[in-house]
T-cell receptor, first 113, second 110 residues
Framework: DTGVSQNPRHKITKRGQNVTFRCDPI?????LYWYRQTLGQGPEFLTY????????KSRLLSDRFSAERPKGSFSTLEIQRTEQGDSAMYLC???????????FGPGTRLTVT | GESVGLHLPTLSVQEGDNSIINCAYS??????FIWYKQESGKGPQFIID?????DKRQGQRVTVLLNKTVKHLSLQIAATQPGDSAVYFC?????????FGAGTILRVKS
């Protein structure tokens, strides 16, 4: 399968714990995006990488959130001191050279108890 | 899986009929628009896109129409099939990010 992959698919954690999610984009894609989706809503943009550079961050991305793409391939999204409001589906997408035609992974569903 | 649609508009069509899903967008400066299909428990799946300098684009069984005067986008699906049942989102491109609309549930009756 050469699509975008995300791990884990599901994560249940207790409030206050740290979690880290991984995204592996389509191999030749230089652009990588993170979005968050809550029930009944469309995805909301969180952050964007071009190669290893993080070029844009949403105001939704609080100080507890950090994303990296160290070698310009896979990316990680870490949430520190999780809160119940962080419960959502976290989606990763990638594209080649232009922001349109983004291809999404299956998402990581986070539940904070 | 993802259980969406508590408050989303729903379009019910008979199998074999054509479907039209509508979307109003907000930013007249958006330079491209995309339709995505999302099935329960899965990420959004790219269907078709259109640049702002076009008013129509066709794909396989789908057509997207863009009316910039009234900031309206539509997705037409020909000969709708049960596998088309999903939530459909329009998204507008603002720089390096996509801004998604609220979504429409498409239910195909056999």
């Amino acid at each position: 399968d050469t699509g975008v992959s995300q791990n884990p698919r599901h994560k249940i954690t207790k409030r206050g714990q740290n979690v880290t999610f991984r995204c592996d984009p389509i191999s030749e894609h230089n652009r990588l995006y993170w979005y968050r989706q809550t029930l009944g809503q469309g995805p909301e943009f969180l952050t964007y990488f071009q190669n290893e550079a993080q070029l844009e961050k949403s105001r939704l991305l609080s100080d507890r959130f950090s994303a990296e793409r160290p070698k310009g391939s896979f990316s990680t999204l870490e949430i520190q001191r999780t809160e119940q409001g962080d419960s959502a589906m976290y989606l990763c997408a990638s594209s080649l050279n232009r922001a349109g035609e983004q291809y999404f992974g299956p998402g990581t569903r986070l539940t904070v108890t | 899986g993802e259980s969406v649609g508590l408050h989303l508009p729903t379009l019910s069509v008979q199998e074999g009929d054509n479907s039209i899903i509508n979307c109003a967008y907000s930013n007249s400066a958006s330079d491209y628009f995309i339709w995505y299909k999302q099935e329960s428990g899965k990420g959004p799946q790219f269907i078709i896109d259109i640049r702002s300098n076009m008013d129509k684009r066709q794909g396989q069984r789908v057509t997207v129409l863009l009316n910039k005067t009234v900031k309206h986008l539509s997705l037409q699906i020909a000969a709708t099939q049960p596998g088309d049942s999903a939530v459909y989102f329009c998204a507008e491109g603002e720089g390096n990010k996509l801004v998604f609309g609220a979504g429409t549930i498409l239910r195909v009756k056999s």
